[in-house]
């Protein structure tokens, strides 16, 4: 992994890491999906020396549909998924819950994620038996921020979970 460091003409300090994940099949299962099913691939081949190449993002059945007029936005449930997000929403407050999750459970705090900072996320994940806390140097949008780390701590617990 080759990570890169530079500062901005106003301070600001920018890290940039590059690795390479062991994509075996692709996006093809899923492209294959979206015929059938709602869901949503973003992809950008777009080249920025020095900074990013590509990014690819894709859903398949996702739970919910924003829906935007003017100013009024609202979340239309998709399926009992989305019914289950949009009553947590509602309700707010899920840390009573979190002692019910059964499941392998990675949570990812942020270095610089303002909105959740990392002393914010922590403990939920304390809250959660059995689960796994990795922080990773990116902002609160780290699926678009950093995409390859990302990736790769979810590629990492993945494989340390068997799968």
Request: with cysteine; charged share 20%.
């Amino acid at each position: 992994m080759r990570e890169v460091r530079y500062h901005t003409p106003h301070g600001i300090t920018v890290s940039r890491t590059t690795s390479k994940l062991p994509f075996k099949n692709g996006f093809g299962r899923f492209l294959r999906e979206l015929d059938k099913t709602r869901g949503i691939y973003l992809s950008s081949g777009y080249e920025y020396p020095g900074r990013y190449s590509r990014w690819d993002i894709v859903s398949v059945r996702p739970p919910l549909e924003l829906v935007s007029f003017q100013r009024e936005v609202m979340f239309r449930p998709l399926n009992e998924r989305g019914r289950a997000i949009n009553r947590m929403l509602a309700e707010g407050d899920l840390n009573g819950e979190l002692a019910r999750i059964a499941c392998p459970t990675l949570v990812i705090g942020c270095t610089h994620d303002k909105l959740r900072p990392p002393a914010v996320v922590q403990p939920l994940a304390q809250q959660i038996p059995g689960s796994e806390y990795m922080e990773i140097n990116s902002g609160h949008f780290s699926a678009v921020q950093t995409p390859g780390l990302m990736a790769q701590a979810i590629h990492q617990y993945l494989c340390s979970v068997g799968f």
